[in-house]
């Protein structure tokens, strides 16, 4: 089958940036050399390189050039769709009792205000730090965020991205376009599919690399974005009072040792609050004592079944303003008290005797008895007129 009419399968795309063809329909076999794909417009349409070949001579070689960039187009556009969703801001969904799609009305602003955070984070290829959209996410209103989510674009507290994008086809095929883009040497060095963590030398790893295909650089490793964001939200979700303790599910999530994970929160910005560790005496292990058979009492005695119980993890000041700084302190007042004080002022004397409640005053006078207002003296007074 000669290049003009094979099918998309028959193509494809090397880690190196080499283009190969089969032509054989369902050969799983690798096909042969015809082209590579070089630095192009922009780093999702690289300029396709015909090489010679018998497949390409067959065809000629401005068809067989229109065809193999014809074909490596619609295979980025198909394997980083999550990407070119946000070309566009038009939202559909299908119609009701149809399966026709309709345009979801949105206000013009909404829209210019999602469109700003998509734009960037296309640009950016599917991940871009929060803080660099911290003005476009300010503005966005319920109706912008809508068509955000309808994009499938996750917030995260420290990352924006398009999860779609960690499959394995998404981090191999962004890591190759990175890498031509910024004319760096193929095969990129990145995980392995599906990994959750790499370690990695801090030093010499290309963090932008890293960064472009969905696993961020934390201290010495190299993180899956999904689960770094699962991490980063546990943060959040469990600080208290400007703090947070490391738990152990953190460093299962990220595939790493507890030293690591302490690592990985100090590289986010986290502090950690350092305290020394007192040994703990053997009494306090939790165990459960086993009753020796009955029936003989002449064998060793069953030694106690001790439970594996993991051990309190540090704590870390929370990067959130100044809340992480430990030497932060509790602002000083006025020695004066304030109104708000006397108010709250407990009815008690310095003395610590208790201060006796003010009652209302209540004056009593009993009325003056005079005789000659007695009714019997008045009426004896008449008689002896």
């Avoid at 067989?64 to 999550?82: F, G, M, N, R």
């Avoid at 929060?130 to 300010?138: F, G, P, T």
């Avoid at 209103?141 to 924006?160: F, Q, S, T």
């Avoid at 302190?329 to 006025?334: E, G, N």
Wanted: glycine residues 4%; proline residues 5%; hydrophobic residues 40%.
């Amino acid at each position: 089958m000669s290049l003009l009419k094979a099918e998309p399968s028959q193509f494809q795309l090397t880690e190196t940036g080499n283009i190969l063809f089969q032509k054989t329909l369902n050969n799983p076999t690798l096909g042969d050399l015809i082209a590579k794909v070089v630095k192009g417009e922009n780093i999702y349409v690289p300029k396709v390189e015909v090489l010679e070949s018998d497949h390409v001579k067959a065809v000629g070689e401005s068809d067989a050039q229109k065809a193999i960039s014809a074909w490596l187009a619609t295979h980025v556009d198909t394997v980083l769709e999550p990407l070119k969703r946000l070309e566009t801001v038009e939202v559909l969904r299908k119609k009701e009792d149809s399966d026709e799609m309709e345009a979801l009305a949105f206000p013009e602003e909404a829209q210019t205000y999602a469109k700003a955070v998509m734009d960037k984070l296309h640009d950016h290829m599917g991940v871009i730090h929060r803080s660099e959209l911290a003005e476009d996410i300010q503005k966005l209103d319920e109706d912008a965020r809508r068509i955000l989510r309808a994009k499938r674009v996750k917030l995260g507290p420290i990352l924006v991205f398009l999860p779609e994008l960690n499959k394995p086809k998404g981090v191999r095929l962004r890591g190759l376009l990175w890498s031509i883009w910024n004319e760096q040497a193929l095969p990129a060095q990145l995980p392995s599919d599906g990994a959750v963590s790499i370690k990695i030398d801090a030093e010499t790893v290309n963090k932008n690399l890293h960064l472009a295909v969905s696993y961020p650089v934390y201290a010495n490793r190299a993180i899956r974005i999904d689960m770094l964001d699962r991490v980063i939200n546990a943060i959040y979700d469990s600080a208290k009072d400007g703090k947070f303790e490391a738990q152990h599910a953190m460093a299962e999530w990220l595939g790493c040792s507890i030293e690591d994970l302490y690592d990985i929160l100090s590289a986010m910005g986290h502090k950690r609050i350092v305290v020394e560790k007192v040994a703990t005496p053997a009494e306090s292990v939790k165990t459960d004592e086993v009753d020796a058979p009955k029936e003989d009492v002449s064998k060793e005695e069953t030694k106690p079944v001790q439970k594996a119980v993991k051990p309190q993890l540090d704590t870390f000041w929370l990067k959130k303003g100044q809340a992480h700084k430990s030497h932060a302190r509790k602002p000083s007042f006025d020695k004066k008290k304030s109104f708000s004080d006397k108010k709250n002022k407990k009815p008690y004397k310095k003395s610590g005797k208790p201060q006796r409640k003010k009652e209302p005053m209540v004056m009593s006078a009993e009325a003056e008895v005079r005789p000659e207002d007695n009714p019997f003296a008045i009426l004896g007074q008449l008689k002896s007129k």
